[in-house]
C-alpha cells in the first residue's frame, strides 16, 4: 500500500470509529449505562449515588428538566460558544468539575481528563483528591488548569496554605474554595460496599473487580489509585490507608469567612467559591473579595433536603450577577441542560459525573468523547432556539416553575 492509500485509510478508519461511538452512544445515559456494566460496582456508586435516598440528584434532575426556552426562528443563527473566563478564552462554556478520588472508576482518570481539557480548550478544576498532583495536570494543561481546595486546618492550615502557594506556582488560573462539605455525608451505598477507611473487601468487591477486565487491566497498568496532592504532608512513605486516613482525618471541606479572607489574601489570581445556594452567601463571598461564586449542591451529595442548584440559580443571578462571575454545576447531563443554567444567567457550567461516566465506559478517550458530545448538543440546542450567542440567550423567554422564592430576595425572572 502506498503512503496515501494508507494514510487515507488510517483516517477513514478512525472516521468509521467516530462514527460507530456516536451511533452507540448518542448521549449521556447510553456511556452511563455501559460504565456501569464495565465498572466495578463499588467504584460506580461511589460515582453515581448522592447522599441518604439519593433525592438530591433526583430533584436537580427534575427540576432542569422543567425549564423551558421558548424558541424565536427567522435569523440564521451562526452560534459562537467560546467564553472568556478570568482573562482566559475557553472553547466552550461547559469545563471539568473537581473529583476527588476519581481514579475508582478509572485509575490515571486525571491524567485522561487534564488531557481532555487541553484538547477541548475547556475549563478543569482538578481537585485536592485528584489522582495526579497539581503540578503534572499544570504541565499537561497549563490554559485550563484551576485548582479547587478543601480546608485542612490542622496547624492553622498549614497544609491549606501550602497547597495554595504550590498552585500559585504552578500556574492555576483559579482557585476553587469549597464550601459546602461541613461533615462527611452518609452514603449508604459506599457503606454497604464495604467503601469507607479502612477500605474493607469484600467477596462481593473481589467478585466485582474480576467481573470488570478492563478496569482491572488499567489498574495494573496505571496503578492504585492515591491522594498525590497531600501524600507530601505524610512524613513517611505514604501508604494508600496511611493516605486514606490522612485525608479522612485531617479534611474538613469548609472554610470560615475569616478564613477565606486569609486565602484571599495570599491567592494572586481569581478567586472562586464553591458550593453557594443562597444570594446571602455569595454577597459573603464578594464581601472578602472573591471574583466569582459556583452555583452547587455538590451534585447532590451532600443533603437530600437541599434544594436543586438550579432552582436557587436566578435568586443568586439577580443578586450578584453583575457584580460577580456566576458559575453552575450540579445535574448537568447534556448540552441542552448547559443552555439552560447558562439562560438562568450562568457563565460557564461544570460537570463531574459526565466526565466519569465517559471514562468508566470508553477508558482514556471516553472524557474527550464527552467533551465533545456536550459541546455538539450545545451549539444544536442553541441553533434550535435561535439564539447565536449568549447574550440573546439569556433574553430568551423562559419558564422555571420550580425556581426558588428567597425571603426579601428580588423575585427570580
Ligand atoms: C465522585 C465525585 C467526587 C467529588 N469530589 C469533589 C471534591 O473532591 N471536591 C469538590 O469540591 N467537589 C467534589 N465533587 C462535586 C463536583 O465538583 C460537582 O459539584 C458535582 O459533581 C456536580 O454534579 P454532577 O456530577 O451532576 O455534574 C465530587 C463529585 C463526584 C461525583
Excluded at 49 to 76: C, F, K, S
Excluded at 163 to 168: E, G, T
Excluded at 211 to 235: C, D, H, I, M
Amino acid at each position: 500500500m502506498t503512503k496515501a492509500v494508507t494514510e487515507a485509510w488510517g483516517a477513514g478508519s478512525a472516521q468509521g470509529k467516530a462514527a460507530k461511538r456516536r451511533q452507540r452512544y448518542p448521549t449521556l445515559a447510553y456511556l452511563e449505562k455501559t460504565a456501569r456494566r464495565r465498572v466495578p460496582r463499588f467504584a460506580f456508586d461511589f460515582v453515581e449515588a448522592g447522599t441518604g435516598g439519593h433525592l438530591g440528584v433526583r430533584h436537580n434532575r427534575e427540576a432542569l428538566d422543567g425549564i423551558q426556552i421558548v424558541p424565536r426562528y427567522g435569523a440564521a443563527a451562526s452560534v459562537s460558544t467560546d467564553v472568556e473566563l478570568f482573562g482566559m478564552r475557553y472553547a466552550t462554556p461547559i469545563g471539568i468539575a473537581p473529583v476527588g478520588t476519581d481514579g475508582l472508576i478509572w485509575p490515571g482518570a486525571t491524567l485522561a481528563l487534564a488531557h481532555t481539557a487541553a484538547t477541548a480548550r475547556i475549563p478543569y478544576i482538578v481537585g485536592t483528591l485528584a489522582s495526579a498532583s497539581l503540578e503534572t495536570v499544570a504541565s499537561i494543561c497549563p490554559d485550563s488548569f484551576w485548582f479547587q481546595l478543601y480546608g485542612l486546618p490542622a496547624k492553622d492550615h498549614a497544609v491549606s496554605f501550602d497547597l495554595l502557594k504550590r498552585a500559585a506556582a504552578a500556574g492555576a488560573h483559579a482557585l476553587v474554595v469549597t464550601l459546602d462539605a461541613p461533615v462527611r455525608p452518609k452514603r449508604p451505598k459506599d457503606m454497604r460496599n464495604g467503601l469507607v477507611v479502612p477500605f474493607r473487601p469484600t467477596p462481593r468487591t473481589v467478585f466485582d473487580v474480576a467481573s470488570s477486565p478492563l478496569w482491572a487491566l488499567q489498574l495494573l497498568k496505571a496503578g492504585t489509585p492515591g491522594f498525590p496532592n497531600v501524600e507530601r504532608y505524610l512524613g513517611t512513605k505514604p501508604t494508600l490507608a496511611a493516605s486514606a486516613g490522612f485525608v479522612q482525618r485531617e479534611i474538613k471541606g469548609t472554610f470560615s469567612w475569616d478564613e477565606m479572607r486569609r486565602l484571599r489574601d495570599q491567592w494572586p489570581r481569581a478567586l472562586v467559591v464553591k458550593g453557594v445556594l443562597h444570594p446571602g452567601d455569595a454577597e459573603q463571598a464578594i464581601a472578602i473579595g472573591a471574583d466569582g461564586v459556583l452555583v452547587s449542591n455538590h451534585g447532590g451529595r451532600q443533603s437530600d433536603a437541599a434544594p436543586p442548584a438550579i432552582d436557587v440559580l436566578p435568586g443568586i443571578v439577580a443578586a450578584v450577577g453583575t457584580k460577580t462571575t456566576v458559575l453552575f454545576d450540579s445535574g448537568i447531563q447534556s448540552g441542552l441542560d448547559a443552555m439552560r443554567a447558562l439562560a438562568l444567567g450562568a457563565q460557564a457550567v461544570f460537570c463531574g459525573r459526565a466526565f466519569l461516566f465517559g471514562l468508566g465506559a470508553l477508558g482514556d478517550s471516553g472524557s474527550d468523547y464527552v467533551a465533545d458530545l456536550l459541546a455538539d448538543e450545545l451549539r444544536v440546542a442553541m441553533a434550535q432556539h435561535g439564539v447565536a450567542t449568549f447574550g440573546q440567550l439569556r433574553n430568551a423567554e423562559r419558564r422555571h416553575p420550580s425556581a426558588f422564592r428567597f425571603k426579601n430576595g428580588t423575585p427570580p425572572v
